[in-house]
């Protein structure tokens, strides 16, 4: 049995006394080697902007009235913060909102917020929705949300990027994407020019795809500023517990944000920070100054190996492209990590909602397709119904 294919049941009876003894630390080893007073600052991409290396993601329950996650993350100088129109339908706009007025500080704080539409009207019309919700005058970046398709960077889009800045409703413009599918989508970047910040999925379980490599490297090269998201790269807890993780300097998720930020070509991450714990948690591992071991690099390459048939990378254009384009994959399967990781039960079945039925169907010969080129080995018939199970 190899590791990437190992079964969820053999995986943890097998390993279950081991990880019985194993200890997690707390953000207090991290904490006891601060490297200064606040959280350090990079220079995004070539536009000459500081910013803090790790950013507040929003697509979480923000307090109206007094958010302490944001309150702590601007007191310690996480001053960034990620929205979008579709997080809480404009509930997170409107926290954010009334934050900005009780620091009157708007100045120093960098806001990011993004717009589903892929039509030019449609991304037009969201940004000034944002400004409205947000009420302010302006966005420091303002992204397409979740490009897919090199065709997306069409001439009108670039076009779209140098009015908004012009206007001054945005000081920056770009794109995220939360799939594997965003290398072609990079490197149209920087042949076509005109995207300040891509904002993207790149976390420790991706260190050897030779082709995201390139396209990192493009980007960089291009000027680009790059920011990664989806830094926990999580699969359900109890494989992750059992695989393990030990280290007297970090927690595992303070190893996987320091895993990344061990990339120089990253100018941020942005990081969902759902409660003051992990505020705290997230913040001192930006602080410290001490790298990760090659023991503890190894031990994040095991827990990818050993739990890899269970994160999807979100290369719909393998998968999805053998099933004949009949069955939706990338998308069930994400939605099933928000369920079953994050703790987003009601978003996770509200997207899966909106996948169309005739696509959420499949026959055995189709994923049997899929299941081949799946370079996660990921058994996708079985986790597809689980996701019907759970999200339907």
Known sequence: ?????IDRRSFLKGATLAAASLGVPTAAAAERKPSSA??????LGV???QIPIIELGTSQTLDAVYDKKMHLCYREGVTMIDTALVYGWGASHRAIANFLQQIDDRQNMFITSKSESTRVSGLRKGLDECLDELQIDNLDLYLMH???NPKMLDPDYIKLGDELRKSGK???FGFSCHGRDIIPVMNKAV???GIDVILFRYNFRQYGDLELNRAIDACKKGGIGLIAMKAMASVPKELEQVAGFTSDNFTLAQAKLKSIWADERIDCINSEMDNVKRVRENIAAARSTQELTAGESHQLNRLAALTAGYYCNGCASLCEKAAGRRTAIADPLRFLMYYECYGKQSRARELYGKIPEHLKGFEPAQI???E???PQGIKIRERLAAARELLG
Do not use: F, W
């Open 1 to 5: 049995m190899s590791d990437k294919n």
């Open 38 to 43: 606040k959280v350090p600052t990079k220079q």
């Open 47 to 49: 536009t000459g902007i």
């Open 146 to 148: 979740n490009a897919t």
């Open 170 to 172: 945005t000081k920056l």
């Open 191 to 193: 042949r076509v020019g």
């Open 368 to 370: 049997a397709r899929a």
């Open 372 to 374: 081949a080129v799946c």
